[in-house]
């Protein structure tokens, strides 16, 4: 069987799929590709179910073909044949902050409570990547490649669109205007965890401790310092601090996406009649 | 007071609920067909619609099966845990300083009490179990630990709970268990979730 082994395993890299959402009562964090649509396209270029394991990295992650195979990296968008000891070097595309690969078969390492994603938040999943360690590839999935090329996926240039609630009434009544209004920059503390994002504290009107309540991907977290934090696919299951706004679902990978320094615009939906 | 509906962007509600309701609403809601998934808190629940569910009608029927649930006791002591517990914590002093209390008198107020999960957080696995003698409540400490071994029991904030895993933490540590409360291939993976009956009992 063929596998890729990792030469260097670069910053933060996990392996992951469409995660394990399910378990959150139980504090399972979801978990799963950061950016869906890329890990999607990289598996259709391969010819695999869009859902199927991949490896995330922010850079300089760099693999050795154990057999041959076929990959898709983020920063080509093309398949790509890999000889028995060629070597490849994984990087996010020029804008972005992930980069992905994917493999025909996908990495078929053991799944954790129906995922093979690791949670950086609490280790749930297969270890953390060591250079050295192959990576097994499943079984080829028997599909055709029916894509050679792509155009990529929305770089979303666009405000990023967000749901007002659940805990506005904690805010200053001008916290929601004020959120969409700022051009927000994205900080230096970024994870799989979240994104905080620097600008002008938005104001609580309420300073108590919230009594811990559910999270969801995308929730804009306002700890008391009034700097936000969006939650992404590693955040805990439940928090104590209130959530102004949550980022369209469709919009996280974008929020994801963006590299420490650069700037953030947040919009509230068109609604149609 | 009746629940209250809270948006929670384009596929969630937030259900706030008096305290204590949250788990029969939860349980309630759990066998709505709009309903994707459940994730309860201190006093509020969680909902994940259904994909294709439709949102304005989730909510109301929501409002309504919270309604239904308001004051119900879900009690089923059939699935009780019991987790044997050395009390050699190290804050097991201080709390007993803090309280007024003798460290027996902690002891004893602390094992003998009946605890319920009523919701999960922080790291999979820990529950926030409400039945604490509130003899016992304190805040959390002034300064978090940086590592709280796996298995301490401890308090905080007016809730019990067991470390899963050995990580930082800020309630205070009354003692220590062998029980394992997480384990991701065991079925079901957490030892305690929510609804779960806990009896502490000393060793």
């Known amino acids: 069987m063929s596998a890729l082994e990792i030469v260097d395993v670069g910053w933060s890299t996990t392996i992951q799929d469409a995660g394990r ?53 983020s920063s080509e968008l093309a398949p790509r044949a890999m000889n028995d000891g060629e070597v490849v070097q994984v990087d996010p595309a020029t804008i972005d902050l992930w980069g992905y690969v994917a493999t025909r078969g996908g990495f078929d390492v053991p799944a954790v409570l129906g995922s093979r994603s690791q949670d950086t938040l609490s280790g749930v999943g297969p270890p953390a990547l060591a250079a050295g360690q192959r990576l097994p590839i499943g079984r080829d999935p028997g599909t055709p490649v029916v894509v050679d090329q792509a155009a990529g996926v929305e770089r979303g240039s666009r405000a990023v669109t967000v749901w007002p609630g659940p805990r506005l009434d904690w805010f200053a009544a001008d916290a929601m205007q004020q959120l969409v209004t700022t051009e927000w920059t994205v900080s230096a503390d970024v994870s799989r965890v979240g994104v905080r994002l620097d600008g002008p504290p938005l104001r609580r009107v309420v300073h108590d401790e919230l009594p811990s309540e559910g999270l969801v991907t995308g929730a804009i977290q306002v700890p008391a310092d009034g700097r936000p934090v969006v939650m992404l696919a590693d955040h805990p299951t439940t928090g104590g601090y209130p959530v102004l ?29 | 007071m009746t629940a209250r509906l ?27 067909e709009a309903v994707n998934e459940i994730v309860p808190g201190a006093r509020t629940v969680l909902v994940h619609l259904a994909p294709g569910a439709d949102r304005e009608e989730s909510g109301r029927r929501l409002l309504q099966l919270a309604a239904a649930a308001q004051g119900v006791v879900v009690d089923d002591p ?26 027996a008198e902690v002891i004893s107020r602390h094992s003998e009490a009946i605890y319920r999960a009523a919701f999960c957080g922080f790291v999979p696995g820990f529950a926030y179990l409400t039945g604490l003698d509130p003899a016992l409540e304190l805040s959390r400490r002034a300064s978090p630990r940086t590592r709280v071994p ?27 268990t062998d029980a394992v409360l997480f384990e991701a291939d065991r079925d079901p993976p957490a030892l305690i979730a929510p609804g779960t009956t806990v009896h502490f009992v000393p060793r």
Do not use: K
């Open chain 1, 21 to 73: 959402a399910g378990h959150a009562a139980i504090g399972v964090p979801p978990s799963g590709a950061l950016d869906e649509a890329t890990r999607d396209l990289l598996n259709r270029l391969v010819g695999n179910p869009s859902d199927a394991a991949v490896l995330e990295t922010a850079g300089r992650l760099r693999l050795r073909a154990v057999g041959a195979c076929t990959v898709a990296l």
């Open chain 1, 245 to 273: 706004a949550v980022v369209d679902p469709a919009c996280v990978r974008v929020v994801a996406q963006r590299r420490p320094g650069s700037s953030l615009r947040f919009r509230v939906p068109t609604l149609h009649a």
């Open chain 2, 6 to 32: 809270l948006p929670y962007g384009p596929a969630a509600w937030l259900l706030e609920v008096d305290v204590g309701d949250a788990l029969a609403t939860a349980t309630a809601l759990a066998r709505s």
């Open chain 2, 78 to 103: 059939s699935d009780a845990v019991e987790i044997a517990v050395t009390y050699d914590g190290e804050d097991l002093a201080a709390v007993a300083e803090a309280c007024r209390l003798t460290t």
């Open chain 2, 150 to 176: 796996a298995g301490s029991v401890a308090i905080a904030a007016g809730y019990s709970a067991v470390y899963p895993t050995t990580s930082p933490g800020g309630w205070h540590l009354l003692g220590h």
